[in-house]
């Protein structure tokens, strides 16, 4: 699972406001959110980033996403929108390198992000 910081959260080593789970995909709260709602959806294997993901990779990437468009249309977030994002390497603005999704709602967003 890796020796991120978000491998310590799947394997429960440090705590977290855990939002959604299934055998795959862990997701909780950001601790620095950017919006009303900012949720981190990770998967449980450890792929460093969206570089690194591999074709074998593929139906866990949809997973991803899928469990991220779930929660936000829980959260009451579709019909005003909400934005995934992704970030990859250093100057993609990854921090944890152990892929993840982003989920921000609850506000508008801009485009260009800055």
């Not at 080593?13 to 950017?34: K, T």
């Not at 294997?45 to 936000?72: N, R």
């Amino acid at each position: 699972m890796g020796d991120t910081i978000f491998g310590k959260i799947i394997r429960r080593e440090i705590p977290a406001d855990i939002v959604y789970e299934d055998d795959d995909v862990l997701a909780f709260r950001d601790l620095n959110p950017q919006a009303p709602v900012h949720v981190l959806f990770v998967p449980k294997k450890a792929i460093a980033t969206l570089d690194a993901a591999t074709a074998a990779d593929a139906g866990l990437l949809g997973k991803l996403l899928l469990a991220a468009a779930a929660y936000a249309r829980s959260e009451g977030l579709a019909e005003m929108g909400y934005r995934t994002v992704i970030n990859c390497n250093e100057h993609g603005g990854q921090t944890v390198f152990h892929l993840h999704v982003h989920l921000l709602g609850g506000r508008h967003m801009q485009w260009p992000p800055g």
